[in-house]
């Protein structure tokens, strides 16, 4: 199955290419990459008779998408943190394709052994069998919260970084002791003009994720009347930030944007309030606060515990009201991942308002500055809110919005 598997992609990559470069293109790289291949073949046997002495494996880095290149990538120094082997090792590790973000391409490699020709062995090392055992299966995204609240941070910044990022933020106005937050809303058009021009893929079936910039405004207003700088970031976005407030900052289209500072500042804000989006796992990994608004589906909530989150509600066309949130579970609506799903079933995946988005950004702050009050009704609300997870789906570690819950209580009854 898995050499099938290999064949079918190998193909498919090679039409593309031939379209794209030509015939004598690809012919000439076929024959370097089987000249590879052939010096590469003693090096896996070897690689094998010394496993008695040292495991040496072999994994693929999911640089392609920047949530999964840092989420997943974290997850592989957390679980060998987590599962202390004791047998002599030695990971080695290749991005292939695309990478969408060098800067962090830069950081994974003071961390892991990265380097192309890895790709041949790895290959290789599928196709002979016996290889299960040097191969490196990267751990589930389920497992993120899991590992990310058990051990620290990985990777940091250098000496020169620090003083770069630093000289940005003095740029655009902020004095050393300022704080900011940065404010993400995926869209669809990164994936379209990117990533899918690279793979001739539709990325449709990702349009139920996608939200309105302007909803998070009155959010990054009040953070912004608060004293607090807002960087909206992110890569080829379909609209700007419809404010003209002078702390709110439209970093994403306002021609500053680079890999690096997409790093620096998910990195350094004093939280991240995103609606969806991978560069979301950036924060998480160096352990910043989350505030995920319109989440979904309802199943896939697994962050950290110290951040915050509110559920998309689903309208449903038939019964001409909104679902509950345990429908949404006992049907199995909260695993969709296609839009096509959402359409199949009547259901119209409705976004937070910005009275919501405003009510959990207040909440985050407040908590983070220690003032926050609960209601006395908050704690069974969240109660009621966990209940309706069954244990072999997993509840999430984090809470759900207080004001999201007391605003919506028939929808966990």
């Known amino acids: 199955m898995m050499e099938t598997t290999i064949i079918k992609t190998f193909l498919s990559q090679k039409l593309n290419q031939i379209r794209e470069k030509g015939l004598a293109a690809v012919l000439l790289k076929l024959s370097v990459?089987?000249?590879?291949?052939?010096?590469?073949?003693?090096?896996?046997?070897?690689?094998?008779?010394?496993?008695?002495?040292?495991?040496?494996?072999?994994?693929m880095l999911p640089s392609q998408r920047i949530g999964h290149f840092a989420g997943n990538t974290e997850m592989?120094?957390?679980?060998?943190?987590?599962?202390?082997?004791?047998?002599?090792?030695?990971?080695?590790?290749?991005?292939?394709?695309?990478?969408?973000?060098?800067?962090?391409?830069?950081?994974?490699?003071?961390?892991l052994h990265i380097y192309p020709f890895v790709f041949y062995l790895s290959v290789l090392n599928k196709l002979l069998p016996g290889g299960d055992v040097h191969n490196i299966k990267l751990p589930s995204n389920r497992y993120k919260a899991k590992y990310l609240s058990l051990h620290g941070k990985h990777l940091d910044f250098t000496s020169k970084e620090k003083l770069l990022g630093k000289k940005y933020l003095n740029k655009v106005g902020l004095n050393d002791d300022d704080k900011f937050v940065c404010l993400y809303?995926?869209?669809?058009?990164?994936?379209?003009?990117?990533?899918?021009?690279?793979?001739?893929?539709?990325?449709?079936?990702?349009?139920?994720?996608?939200?309105?910039i302007n909803n998070l405004v009155e959010a990054a207003e009040y953070l912004a009347d608060l004293g607090y700088y807002v960087f909206r970031i992110g890569y080829l976005v379909k609209n700007k930030i419809n404010t003209d407030h002078p702390r709110i900052i439209d970093y994403a289209t306002n021609g500053d944007r680079s890999e690096f500072l997409d790093i620096y500042l998910s990195a350094k804000c004093e939280f991240f309030l995103s609606s969806g989006g991978g560069i979301t796992a950036v924060a998480e990994i160096f352990g910043r606060p989350c505030v995920a608004v319109n989440n979904i589906p309802l199943e896939?909530?697994?962050?950290?515990?110290?951040?915050?989150?509110?559920?998309?509600?689903?309208?449903?066309?038939?019964?001409?009201?909104?679902?509950t949130f345990k429908e949404i579970i006992d049907s199995g609506v909260g695993k969709f991942l296609r839009s096509i799903d959402y359409e199949h079933e009547k259901l119209e995946c409705v976004e937070n308002t910005p009275a919501e988005i405003k009510a959990i950004t207040v909440e985050m702050v407040e908590r983070l500055n220690g003032t926050w009050i609960a209601d006395r009704m908050d704690d069974k609300l969240q109660q009621r809110f966990l209940e309706i997870y069954p244990d072999d789906v997993g509840k999430p570690m984090n809470k759900c919005g207080a004001e999201f819950l007391r605003q919506n209580k028939g929808l966990i009854d």
């Not at 990459?33 to 994994?59: A, D, E, K, M, Q």
């Not at 893929?201 to 139920?208: G, M, N, P």
């Not at 909530?301 to 679902?323: M, T, V």
């Open 33 to 59: 990459n089987l000249t590879i291949s052939i010096v590469l073949v003693p090096v896996v046997l070897i690689v094998r008779l010394l496993r008695p002495v040292i495991l040496i494996r072999f994994g």
């Open 76 to 111: 592989i120094l957390c679980e060998r943190d987590y599962t202390n082997n004791d047998q002599k090792s030695c990971d080695l590790f290749y991005c292939r394709g695309f990478v969408s973000n060098y800067q962090l391409k830069r950081m994974w490699k003071r961390k």
């Open 185 to 212: 809303v995926r869209d669809s058009r990164y994936l379209d003009e990117v990533f899918g021009a690279k793979t001739r893929k539709d990325f449709s079936y990702h349009d139920y994720r996608d939200a309105n």
């Open 300 to 323: 896939f909530i697994h962050a950290q515990p110290k951040n915050l989150h509110i559920p998309r509600k689903l309208y449903s066309k038939e019964k001409r009201r909104f679902l």
